[in-house]
């Protein structure tokens, strides 16, 4: 099977990796397929499946894995033992209910009901990528005002 990707530059060139792939199916003693929604297109998803590969001749020690992948990529995380998977996800799960995250993120809705009410783009560094916004306005990175307005 050959898989090909290929992705659209801003320049409007392509660009495109090649990559021979060959299948690899592993055997799970046990599994768990959790469907992660995409907030902004519905269409799209992601899936996170934790399992314990069955022991094969190459592989005689039990360990846990899990598995992340869309349509884009896939990436697979080995642990030692369920345990210390549950406990370095349960790091970035304190990580990610911690004040600093959660307010940034409150900050960011804040800043995203400014916009749609106001119709101000506020081009604060911290919060916003101001060279995306500049950019979509025609406007130079070093002369573009602070605050946009749009239509």
């Known amino acids: 099977m050959t ?5 659209r530059t801003e320049i409007r060139t392509f660009k495109a990796r090649i990559k021979a792939t060959k299948p690899h199916w592993v055997g799970k003693a046990i599994s768990h397929k959790h469907k992660l929604e995409d ?5 799209f998803a992601s899936y996170m499946t934790a399992f314990i ?8 020690k039990p360990v846990c ?7 884009g990529g896939s990436c697979l995380i080995r642990a ?12 970035m799960a304190d990580i990610l209910r911690s004040d600093i995250w959660l307010d940034m993120f409150q900050q960011l809705q804040d800043i995203e009901a400014h916009m749609i009410d106001s ?11 101001s060279g995306s916004f500049k950019k979509k306005a025609g406007l130079d990175e070093e002369d573009a005002p602070y605050c946009l307005v749009v239509d």
């Open 3 to 7: 898989e090909i990707e290929v992705s």
């Open 39 to 43: 907030p902004l297109d519905p269409s």
């Open 53 to 60: 590969p069955k022991l094969t001749f190459k592989q005689k």
């Open 65 to 71: 894995m899990l598995h992340l992948g869309n349509g």
């Open 80 to 91: 030692k033992d369920p345990s210390q998977l549950a406990r370095d996800l349960d790091h």
């Open 119 to 129: 119709h101000e783009i506020i081009l604060d560094p911290l919060f916003v990528d």
